[in-house]
């Protein structure tokens, strides 16, 4: 069965500098993986999905991922930080038919 | 679309006392989820469905919990008799097969 293992529980970074959220996942074969949003007192929003199309996923709000099987890794970057990045992220994956499974969740800081 | 639609959006009831949940899916969507969110635990699959059946109900926490869908737009999260360690986000999610889980704003239940 798929996991996914988000390595840090909290980033905090100054606005306008790189922003890298990492994932790490654990499958023996290509996974279906996704990255959430989830602002406060808000339902989670899809930020973009891996589904073996493309080894790196554009997704909304200038993220972006890159699927690297050899790392088992799908980090989550942003060239540039905007204090409406503020969040908590989750990297996810699917197990079995369609159970998402969620890794703990990163909560993002940005510091003006 | 109006998204999904969740409701009692804050619930706050006495140890004992029954609580249910609703959830109003999104048009055409045909698997719908419910999540329990807390600090401890994070994310959690409770159940879900497939077309009006439920597929895997292994996160149902006990015999306390249970989940219905009657129809294509509608279901229901059933606690009875509650405790405050139920207290938690609950979250319905739908999608259309596609691993995209659309997010409602969730239920905020306290259980005193």
């Known amino acids: 069965a798929q996991s996914v293992t988000q390595l840090d529980s909290h980033v905090s970074v100054s606005e306008g500098t790189p922003v890298l959220l990492r994932c790490n996942y654990s499958?023996?074969?290509?996974?279906?993986l996704f990255w959430y949003v989830q602002h406060p007192n808000k339902g989670l929003q899809l930020l973009l999905k891996?589904?073996?199309?493309?080894?790196l996923v554009k997704g909304i709000n200038g993220f972006e991922a890159e699927f690297k099987k050899s790392e088992t890794s799908f980090h989550l970057t942003k060239p540039s930080a905007h204090m409406s990045d503020a969040a908590e992220y989750f990297c996810?994956?699917?197990?079995?038919?369609?159970?998402?499974?969620f890794g703990q969740g990163t909560r993002l800081t940005i510091n003006p | 679309d109006a998204g999904v639609i969740q409701s009692p959006r804050h619930e706050v009831t006495e140890m004992g006392q029954e609580v249910t949940l609703r959830c109003k899916p999104i048009?055409?969507?045909?698997?719908l989820f419910w999540y329990r969110q807390t600090m401890m635990r994070g994310l959690e699959l409770l159940i879900y469905f497939n077309n009006n059946v439920p597929i895997d109900d292994s996160g149902m926490p006990e015999d306390r919990f249970s989940a219905k869908m009657p129809n294509a737009s509608f279901s229901t999260l059933k606690i009875q008799p509650s405790e405050p360690r139920d207290s938690a986000v609950y979250f319905c999610?739908?999608?259309?097969?596609?691993?995209?889980?659309?997010f409602g704003e969730g239920s905020r239940l306290t259980v005193l």
């Open positions: 891996y589904t073996s199309a493309a080894t």
């Open positions: 499958s023996s074969y290509s996974p279906s």
């Open positions: 999610a739908s999608s259309l097969n596609t691993g995209e889980l659309f």
């Open positions: 048009s055409g969507h045909n698997s």
């Open positions: 996810a994956g699917i197990q079995g038919a369609q159970k998402l499974v």
